[in-house]
């Protein structure tokens, strides 16, 4: 494990796949007794790959990668309205668009 104040001088880059992106509530990559959090936010349900790759300044010193996969699921609905027109009898259609507002 790296000394805090080794830490300052590595250079970090995050990469995300889907609609994932970095929150706004995390510090700039700001270390913390040697470790970084960062705060990962999607408003999509889906699976994404993020990828951390952090680099020493030293050009002899190996390149650490680490990949993950993230489940983001679905939350709670806010608001749902349907509207169905009075009229329609039988069954609903296979593949009949249904839009909700």
């Not at 929150?23 to 790959?49: F, G, H, K």
């Not at 679905?74 to 009898?89: E, F, I, N």
Request: aromatic share 2%.
């Amino acid at each position: 494990q790296a000394r805090p104040a080794d830490c300052e001088t590595l250079r970090v880059d995050l990469g995300l796949s889907g609609q994932a992106r970095l929150s706004s509530a995390t510090p700039s990559r700001a270390w913390r007794l040697a470790e970084l959090e960062l705060d990962i936010e999607n408003e999509m349900a889906e699976v994404v790959q993020a990828e951390v790759r952090i680099e020493s300044p030293n050009p002899d010193a190996e390149v650490l990668l680490h990949t993950s996969q993230i489940r983001f699921a679905s939350g709670p609905a806010r608001r749902v309205a349907l509207d169905l027109r009075p009229g329609h009898t039988g069954d609903w259609p296979v593949n009949a668009r249904l839009e909700v507002a």
